[in-house]
C-alpha cells in the first residue's frame, strides 16, 4: 500500500479498495486451515490503542495480527486530559519511541488518528474515531455483500438508522457509492445531519436519502442496520426507543418490501427490540455472523498491505 | 516624548485629512500638522508610507489575570503594536472574571507598567458572566472600562439583557454580545454543514448565532441602547444587522479577519487552529460578510485575539479550546483580503472603533495624543508564528503570504514597534 496510513474511506481510489477486498479473498483460507498461522509478519509490532471500549474490533485485529505472525499488543487508554497530563500526542510519540511498525487506533473523538498519524512514523490504521469513520467495518461489509451478492455495483443498499453518530454509515456511504451501489440513508429526521446531502464527492448521484424506512428498504439488496447509540445522545432525537422500533425498527413485515433474497447486516452489537426484533437478526437472511469472520479477513489484508512489503 | 514625523502621506478619513506633511509630536501629543516643520527633536521618516491615527482592536482576550501561561497584558500589548494597534479592548473573561472596580483597576495599572499598547478593559455585564444579576458596571466605568460584555458567554436571559441594554445607556456604554443561543449550539464544534456531516464533528448551526442576534436587535430598538454585535458571521445575520441600521437602531457590528478569510474547509484536516467560536462558516456567509464590509453595515475590524497554550491546542479536534490569535495578523489580512480603499480600512480599524467604545477620541489633529499607525501597503511580507510577540503560537495563518503591513506603532508620542526594510 502506498499511502502511509489508513484513516478513511473517503480518501480511498476504487482500485485501493479493490486492492483490499481482493487481497482478503486470497487470505480467508489461511482462517480455515487447522494451523492457522503464516510468518508473513514475523517480527512486526502492531500496537492496539483503544481509547474507547471495543471488543469485537480489537480481536478481530488482534487474531488477524496473530495469523500472519505479527506481535500484537493491547493498549487500553484512558482518553487524554489536560489534568492527567499527558496528551494525545504525547501518547504517539511514546509509542513511537517503542518502535511500533503499525498502531490500530479507536478514539471517541473524531480526527483523534489523523493526529497521531501527523507525528508518528508508524503506520496508522483507524478503527474507528468518533462519528468520523470506521474504514475496516466498510471494508468488512464490503466484502460480506461481494460474496453473497456476486458484486457491488448497481445494488440498492439501505442503511438504517442513527447516521449523524454513525462512522459505520459514514465509511460505508463512502466505500458503497465508490463502487456504484446505490446507497439509501434513511432516518429520524433528527438524526440525519445536516449537510449529509453532500456527504460523499464522488459518485453523489448515488447517494439517496429518505425518512421512510419503507421507502429505503423496498427492492432493497441489502439492509444494513446501525445501533442506536445511547451513550451519544445528550439530547432528545426521539421520544422513546419504543417509538424508534415503531417507525425504524426491521421487523418481518418490513423485511418483506425488499427483495427476496436480500441480507441483513448489523455493524454490532445489537439492541434487540430498538432497532431490529430478535427473529430478523437470528433469521436466515441474516449474515450478521459473516460479518465477523470477513472482519479478520479485511483486516489481515490490511496488515498485510501496510506491512508486508518492507523488511 | 517629541517625534517629527516627516513627509508621509496624512490620512485621517474623519477629519478629512490627505495629503503629504510633517507632524510635530510634543509631549505625547500633536503639536502642529505642515508642510516643512523642523524642529530638534527625534525624526521618523515617512516618506512613501501611510501616517493613519492609530489603530484600535476592540476584540481581545488579554488572558491577565488568571491565565499568564497563554498571554499576559505585557505580552498581548506588545503584540498589538507589532499588528499596528496603538490600543486593545481587553474582554472581561480573565480569572477572575473583570466584573468588579478591582479587576478593572489592576489591569489599567498592569497595562501602563508593562504594555507598550493602551489597554482599555471591557466590564462584564452579570456578575461573574454567570447571566444572572448586573455587575457593578458604573464602579467599572469609574476605574475605567470603555464597554460591557458577557464575551463567550452571552448573555441568554432576555430580561437582563433587556436590563444592560437599559442600564449602559446611564454611561453612553455600548453593550457588546458574542452572539450564540447555547442551547442551539451545545456540544458543537464547528459549523454545521457538509464538513461537519463528513468529519463527524458536531455543528454550530448559523441559526444559534441568528436567534440571538435576532432577539437582541428586537430588544436593543425597543430599549434605544447601544448594542454592538461582535465578530458576526453568518449571512442572514448580517442581512439583520442592515435592516436594524436602516430602521434607525442603534447598532454596530464587527468582524474578524479569520471569518472573511476562512471557511469551514479549513477544519478538514482537524487542524485545531481553525477551531473558534463563532466557528469559521461556508462560503456563502465569507461572501455576505465581504458585502457587509463594503456596504458599511459593518463598522469594525476586530481580531478576538483568543491565545491559548499550546498544550490545550494539541488535544483532540472536539476538546481543544476555541480561538486564534489575531493581533498581528489583522491588518495584513484586511489589506491583502479585501483591497479596501485606505480611508475605508482606516474607519473600520480606527476611526469606528473609538465612535463605538468610551475613550476620548485621539486622530490627525492638534492637540490629540500622538497614536498613530504608520502603513505600507504595498509591503509583501510572510506572517512568521514562531516570531510573534504573543505569548502563544494558535495561529491558522502561519507562513502566509501577506501584502500590506503597519510597519512602525507610535503610541502617545513614542515609537513602540519598528518595522523597516
Known amino acids: 500500500m502506498k499511502r502511509k496510513d489508513l484513516l478513511g474511506i473517503q480518501d480511498l481510489d476504487p482500485q485501493e479498495i479493490l486492492d483490499i477486498l481482493g487481497t482478503a479473498e486470497t487470505l480467508q483460507e489461511i482462517s480455515t486451515r487447522p494451523i492457522k498461522k503464516v510468518p508473513t509478519l514475523r517480527g512486526k509490532t502492531v500496537i492496539n490503542l483503544f481509547f474507547e471500549a471495543s471488543t469485537r474490533t480489537r480481536t478481530s485485529f488482534e487474531i488477524a495480527g496473530k495469523r500472519l505472525s505479527a506481535d500484537v499488543v493491547n493498549v487500553t487508554a484512558a482518553t487524554s486530559s489536560v489534568s492527567k497530563g499527558e496528551t494525545l500526542i504525547d501518547t504517539a510519540r511514546t509509542l513511537d519511541a517503542m518502535a511500533a511498525d503499525c498502531v490500530v487506533i479507536r478514539h471517541g473523538s473524531s480526527g483523534a488518528p489523523h493526529t497521531i498519524a501527523r507525528l508518528t512514523k508508524a503506520r496508522v490504521i483507524n478503527a474507528g474515531d468518533g462519528a468520523h469513520e470506521h474504514p475496516t467495518q466498510a471494508l468488512l461489509d464490503a466484502l460480506t455483500i461481494r460474496q453473497r451478492k456476486g458484486r457491488l455495483d448497481g445494488l440498492k443498499v439501505a442503511i438504517i438508522g442513527d447516521i449523524t453518530h454513525s462512522r459505520v454509515a459514514r465509511s460505508n456511504a463512502h466505500l458503497l457509492t465508490k463502487l456504484g451501489s446505490h446507497v439509501w440513508l434513511c432516518s429520524p429526521p433528527t438524526l440525519m445531519p445536516v449537510g449529509s446531502c453532500d456527504l460523499v464527492t464522488t459518485n453523489r448521484e448515488f447517494l439517496h436519502r429518505t425518512y421512510s424506512m419503507e421507502e429505503a428498504v423496498s427492492g432493497a439488496d441489502v439492509i444494513m442496520l446501525l445501533r442506536v447509540q445511547f451513550e451519544r445522545m445528550d439530547e432528545s432525537f426521539f421520544p422513546s426507543t419504543r417509538e424508534y422500533f415503531r417507525c425504524y425498527g426491521l421487523t418481518r413485515s418490513k423485511v418483506a418490501l425488499a427483495k427476496e433474497d436480500a441480507i441483513i447486516m448489523h455493524p454490532g452489537p445489537m439492541n434487540r427490540g430498538v432497532e431490529i426484533a430478535t427473529d430478523v437478526a437470528d433469521g436466515p437472511y441474516s449474515v450478521i455472523l459473516d460479518q465477523v469472520s470477513a472482519g479478520v479477513a479485511v483486516r489481515m489484508a490490511i496488515l498485510f498491505l501496510m506491512l508486508g512489503g518492507q523488511s | ?421
Open chain 2, 1 to 421: 516624548m517629541h517625534l517629527l514625523v516627516k513627509n508621509g502621506r496624512v490620512l485621517d478619513p474623519e477629519r478629512k485629512v490627505d495629503s503629504i506633511v510633517d507632524i510635530l509630536i510634543k509631549d505625547g501629543k500633536i503639536r502642529s500638522i505642515g508642510k516643512g516643520l523642523t524642529a530638534d527633536v527625534p525624526q521618523f521618516d515617512a516618506a512613501g508610507l501611510v501616517v493613519a491615527p492609530g489603530f484600535f482592536d476592540i476584540h481581545v482576550h488579554l488572558r491577565e489575570p488568571g491565565t499568564e501561561e497563554a498571554e499576559t497584558i505585557a505580552t498581548g500589548g506588545a503584540a498589538a503594536v507589532a499588528g499596528g494597534f496603538v490600543a486593545v479592548a481587553a474582554m472581561p473573561n480573565t480569572k477572575p472574571s473583570n466584573d468588579g472596580p478591582s479587576v478593572t483597576a489592576y489591569i489599567i495599572s498592569e497595562a501602563r507598567r508593562s504594555s507598550p499598547a493602551l489597554v482599555f478593559p471591557i466590564g462584564a455585564i452579570s456578575k461573574g458572566q454567570k447571566g444572572e444579576t448586573l455587575a457593578e458596571i458604573g464602579e467599572m466605568v469609574e476605574a475605567g472600562i470603555v464597554g460591557v460584555s458577557d464575551d463567550g458567554k452571552p448573555v441568554m436571559d432576555s430580561r437582563l439583557f433587556r436590563r444592560a441594554l437599559e442600564y449602559a445607556q446611564l454611561f453612553n456604554l455600548p453593550v457588546i454580545q458574542h452572539c450564540e443561543d447555547l442551547n442551539l449550539s451545545k456540544g458543537g464544534v464547528m459549523h454545521e454543514g457538509a464538513y461537519s456531516a463528513r468529519l463527524g464533528l458536531k455543528g454550530i448551526p448559523s441559526s444559534a448565532e441568528d436567534t440571538m442576534v435576532s432577539r437582541d436587535l428586537i430588544l436593543a430598538e425597543t430599549t434605544g441602547g447601544k448594542y454592538h454585535v461582535a465578530h458576526l458571521s453568518t449571512r442572514r445575520a448580517v442581512e439583520m444587522v442592515r435592516k436594524a441600521k436602516a430602521d434607525g437602531a442603534k447598532v454596530t457590528a464587527e468582524v474578524t479577519p479569520h471569518h472573511f478569510t476562512l471557511t469551514d474547509a479549513a477544519v478538514a484536516e482537524y487542524d485545531t487552529n481553525a477551531k473558534m467560536n463563532p466557528p469559521l462558516r461556508s462560503q456563502d456567509d465569507v461572501d455576505a460578510l465581504r458585502e457587509g464590509i463594503a456596504d458599511g453595515t459593518i463598522d469594525v475590524i476586530a481580531s478576538d485575539h483568543a491565545p491559548h497554550h499550546i498544550n490545550l491546542k494539541m488535544l483532540e479536534f472536539d476538546r481543544a479550546p476555541f480561538g486564534i490569535t489575531g493581533l498581528e495578523t489583522a491588518v495584513g489580512l484586511a489589506f491583502t483580503q479585501l483591497r479596501l480603499p485606505l480611508p475605508r480600512l482606516i474607519e473600520m480599524l480606527s476611526s469606528n472603533p473609538q465612535r463605538i467604545m468610551r475613550v476620548t477620541p485621539w486622530g490627525i489633529f492638534e492637540g490629540s495624543d500622538a497614536h498613530l499607525t504608520i502603513l505600507d501597503p504595498s509591503r509583501k511580507w510572510k506572517f512568521d508564528v514562531n516570531q510573534s510577540k504573543s505569548k502563544s503560537r494558535n495561529s491558522p495563518f502561519h507562513g502566509w503570504d501577506l501584502t500590506g503591513k503597519a510597519v512602525a506603532t507610535i503610541v502617545g508620542g513614542k515609537l513602540v514597534y519598528e518595522d523597516r526594510k
